[in-house]
């Protein structure tokens, strides 16, 4: 990771930001659970780490409250849940009962919140929102998400404005999204699980249906999938293939398959946790 000096004179670092693809730095930091060493820490599991800009906040607490209640959907599927801002350990504590109190005791924050006061960490990792600062004149840690894989790379990432809360139902979409097509080659439509409701193969329901890779062949698409159906196009080409996922998927990871789909198309490197 390279930084550059702000241009406000103040020697300060600004973040050179991560991309899809990227290995996430390594870091260790304090949190309410402790001193988390990251590689370490997120060493082949998935991990969802949530930054947001301060403790005591009405949209932050709400979506810590959120995070915690769909965190043991998130364990199911494989997932670590860490949580960041630049407020220290302390308050963290102290403010992770007001958010169990207005979840009136439905919910406990039963994941790390790491306290970066220093901005060491968000500088790093690029979570930093420019536009807004502190007491401390100091930027505050952005709303913002990030999916990483077992392998240490970013996969997804998303950025929020501060005066927008995140969905708990997008975030379940996109890891269901993210677990199923390293387990298999296909891809998720555009509002995919709630897709193609109205579309039939061989009187069964292609609701939820995903897109299947071109590479695989029809005779394995029939082998793999329990349903399949490709669109005829004006184009003439058959690159529109829709199956229904089997309900019992592999459970091994293929990254051969996954890091080909990647938006950046870049060759896996070293794996990060060998550092």
């Not at 998720?188 to 009187?203: I, K, R």
């Amino acid at each position: 990771m390279e930084y550059r000096q702000a241009s406000c004179g103040s020697g300060a670092r600004e973040p050179t930001f991560l991309r899809v693809g990227d290995v996430v730095p390594d870091f260790a930091a304090s949190s309410t659970k402790g001193t988390i060493h990251f590689h370490r820490w997120i060493k082949g599991k998935w991990t969802v780490f949530f930054s947001h800009p301060a403790a005591f906040t009405p949209v932050c607490t709400t979506e810590l409250g959120m995070l915690a209640s769909v965190q043991p959907t998130l364990e199911q599927l494989g997932f670590r849940v860490v949580a960041m801002s630049c407020d220290d350990v302390a308050q963290h504590v102290e403010w992770e009962r007001d958010i169990e109190h207005h979840f009136e005791g439905k919910v406990g924050i039963n994941f790390p919140i790491i306290g970066d006061s220093s901005r060491d960490v968000a500088v790093k990792l690029g979570m930093v929102d420019p536009e807004m600062r502190g007491k401390d004149v100091m930027p505050l840690t952005s709303r913002t998400v990030f999916i990483i894989g077992p392998d240490g790379r970013l996969h997804l990432l998303m950025d929020y404005p501060d005066f927008v809360g995140r969905s708990a139902k997008e975030l379940l979409r996109v890891c269901r999204s993210l677990v199923l097509c390293a387990r298999l080659y296909i891809a998720t439509p555009a509002s995919w699980p709630d897709n193609h409701g109205t579309l039939t193969v061989d009187g069964k329901s292609m609701a939820g249906a995903v897109c299947v890779h071109s590479s695989i062949s029809d005779k394995e698409v029939a082998r793999r999938f329990s349903a399949s159906k490709t669109f005829a196009l004006p184009s003439g080409k058959k690159y529109m293939r829709l199956a229904l996922v089997p309900d019992s998927p592999p459970q091994s990871t293929c990254w051969e398959g996954l890091v080909r789909c990647l938006p950046c198309g870049r060759p896996r490197g070293d794996d990060p946790s060998d550092t």
